[in-house]
């Protein structure tokens, strides 16, 4: 077997904690979000969603206390809940953030009565795809030219639903 640099440096990483996001997130969730998305929200619009009743955030930290690492952002009314964005650093990719993100975010939705959890991913995100279908997501329309892709080309939005009950 043969190690990475990356498998190496994961190892000796603390294990992911997880809590909800509070307003003092907002700058480091919208870093977080520039580095993974061509059009980055701004800390004003975390802050804004995060203080809205209709939102729910989680954020994985590199252990307790330490500093986010990744998080998911829904926002909805029960009995249906979407996914705004997920996001992990590119330095914790790979290594189940995104997945526990889902995985806990769903369990939290199921247990407050939500029945019915929806997504658009773009279309050849691959990670992002072979994640939501993982967790049991099914494409269920497409939304043509919904995005541009990084050379201006008009991409489809796939729409995905999960029902959580």
């Not at 440096?9 to 870093?31: I, K, N, Q, S």
């Not at 954020?59 to 009314?77: E, Q």
């Amino acid at each position: 077997m043969s190690w990475k640099i990356t498998d190496i440096t994961r190892a000796w990483r603390a294990p992911p904690a997880f809590r909800p996001a509070v307003a003092a997130d907002a700058e480091a969730l919208a870093g977080l979000h520039a580095a993974s998305f061509r059009i980055g929200w701004e800390a004003a619009e975390f802050e804004r969603l995060l203080a809205d009743r209709l939102s729910r955030a989680l954020v994985a930290t590199d252990g307790p206390g330490g500093r986010p690492t990744g998080f998911i952002l829904t926002h909805g009314v029960a009995p249906e809940m979407e996914i705004l964005s997920v996001a992990v650093a590119r330095t914790h990719r790979g290594g189940g953030i995104g997945r526990a993100l889902v995985e806990k975010t769903m369990a939290r939705l199921a247990a407050e009565g939500f029945a019915t959890l929806f997504l658009e991913v773009e279309e050849g995100n691959r990670p992002a795809l072979a994640l939501y279908e993982r967790a049991g997501f099914r494409e269920i329309g497409r939304r043509p030219g919904y995005y541009r892709d990084a050379g201006g080309k008009p991409v489809a939005a796939i729409a995905m639903r999960r029902d959580l009950r």
